[in-house]
């Protein structure tokens, strides 16, 4: 019994260790979220899809000035 109770003492501090650091991931995963809900990684990958919108829209008007300029004489 001695020897079980050794090898819960040595063991605490390192379980101690692993809840708390489970603790805090949850919470800092809880403070990455907005008041909306909205998580960081919605945000980036709505941030990604209206740069590709705008990237689209700005090769459209390259184009049309690209073909504006080749019909000028």
């Known amino acids: ?28 995963g809880m403070q990455a979220r ?10 980036y990958e709505q941030q990604v899809a209206e740069t590709r919108r705008m990237n689209v829209n700005l090769e459209r008007i390259a184009e049309s000035l690209e073909k504006r300029e080749s019909r000028a004489p």
Do not use: C, H, Q, Y
Request: without cysteine; hydrophobic residues 55%; positive net charge.
């Open 1 to 28: 019994m001695n020897e079980w109770m050794s090898l819960a003492v040595s063991w605490l501090p390192f379980l101690v260790l692993m809840g708390l650091w489970f603790w805090f991931s949850r919470r800092s």
């Open 34 to 43: 907005g008041k909306s809900g909205t998580t960081m990684i919605d945000l």
